[in-house]
Structures are given as C-alpha cells and as structure tokens.
C-alpha cells in the first residue's frame, strides 16, 4: 500500500506499506509477537478541532489516535511499543531566506506524541534537506528508509555538469 499525506494503515493484510516524505512526517511501527505493523504520514502537527469533528490523520496528534484506536482494537497495549520516526525534511533548502519550520515541528510533535502515548522511538531519520521514501514491510517489520538528493544538489550538480 502506498500511503499519501493524511493516510494511515494498522494491520496484517498487506506486505508492505510505502510513503513518499518531505516535510511531513511518518511513525511505523511493528509489533512482532502479533506480527502486527502500521505507518502513518501526516502534515501538519496538530489542528483546533471543534468538539465532534472527525478524526483527521492529516494533523499529528490525530493521525497517532486513530493508529492507537486500531491497536486497541487489536487488544494490543500502547505502552513500550517501539516506533520509527520519519521526514520532516525541509525540501525548500534550495530557495534560501526565511522558512515556516514545518518540518521541524512536525518532528517535534511526533516526540512528544511517542512520549504521551509510551511509544519507544527506536529509529529515527528526520531533517535535513529533501524528501524520503520509507517502506515498512509486515512480513519481517523492516524498515528501509531512502533519501533523495534535495533539489539544492540536483541544481549544483547540473550547474557542474
């Protein structure tokens, strides 16, 4: 399955989940004794819900709470369950002057999610410049995690060549 931004999957029924990162930001997880695994990719770090609204995975904290909600369903505990941490690249490096920070504060509410729900951050790739592919397979609970080049060095290379 191939996760866009506001995308989310817990499960088994699939071999592998895949998303495509730049300043969002993606949890896995996998928990081996049930060889259950899912992944997240969000936004935006959090929104002002009104009372009743939806869950909205494209935001952070909701995106972790409906993945929580579907491990409990599981009967699974959320506490110690180990997590991965990916993205929040900043893959407009190449303009220069001021940036929103998106990506860093996307990484920054992913820690303090992890740290509210007892999640254990075990890998963590994120910053930097560029985008990232991470792909989780559910079959082993790998996690492969692939940078691009930032558009910054795809420019100085073509300028060099």
């Given at each position: ?6 995308q ?16 969002c ?6 928990i ?9 990719h ?23 709470d ?22 929040g ?34 890998e963590?790739?994120?910053g ?30 073509a300028?060099?060549?």
């Open positions: 399955i191939e996760l866009l931004s506001g989310w999957y817990v499960g088994t029924n699939v071999r592998s989940l895949r998303t495509l990162l730049g300043s930001v993606s949890l896995t997880f996998w081996a004794s049930e060889r259950v695994g899912g992944m997240c969000f936004m935006l770090p959090e929104r002002k819900r009104a009372a009743g609204a939806v869950l909205d995975a494209k935001y952070g904290d909701e995106a972790v409906l993945m929580a909600a579907a491990l409990r369903y599981w009967g699974l505990s959320l506490r110690g369950v180990e997590v991965g941490v990916y993205g690249g900043d893959t407009q490096a190449w303009l220069g002057g001021a940036k929103m920070g998106i990506g860093d504060r996307n990484v920054e509410r992913a820690w303090e999610l992890a740290q509210r729900w007892g999640f254990v951050i075990k963590m790739d994120v930097g410049e560029g985008a990232r592919t991470v792909e989780l397979d559910l079959e082993t609970g790998r996690v492969s995690c692939r940078r691009a080049a930032s558009k910054k060095a795809r420019i100085a290379q300028e060099e060549g």
